[in-house]
Nanobody, 120 residues
């Protein structure tokens, strides 16, 4: 499976963006899929994960971001509302065939990042 992240861009604080993580294969449906982000000079940070049994968010985005999936399109989305300058980062989607984790090292399937820049 290969992942393609898209949807990043420049937005003003308070605005919204929707990121997409498209998979190359239809077997992607049950995979645990996660979004991480990495700001310059900082470590990669867990954002949200969706699996067959769980949806989970970091405290910093809870209530503002929504993760969802459309199995018919082999795509996982991250709807980001009420964006803040501290949300500025490169966002990465990653997946695992059988299990989820908030540790980015757990995931064996990686996509390229998409840049999100929030201006204040």
């Amino acid at each position: 499976v290969q992942l393609q992240a898209s949807g990043g861009g420049l937005v003003q604080a308070g605005g919204s963006l929707r990121l997409s993580c498209a998979a190359s294969e239809r077997t992607f449906g049950p995979y645990a899929t996660v979004w991480f982000r990495q700001a310059p000079g900082k470590e990669r940070e867990f954002v949200a994960v969706i699996s067959v049994i769980r949806i989970m968010y970091s405290e910093s985005v809870k209530g503002r971001f929504t993760i969802s999936r459309d199995n018919a399109k082999n795509t996982v989305y991250l709807q980001m509302n009420s964006l803040k300058s501290e949300d500025t980062a490169v966002y990465y989607c990653e997946a695992h065939e059988t299990s989820w984790s908030t540790d980015w090292g757990h995931y064996s399937i990686w996509g390229q990042g998409t840049q999100v820049t929030v201006s204040s």
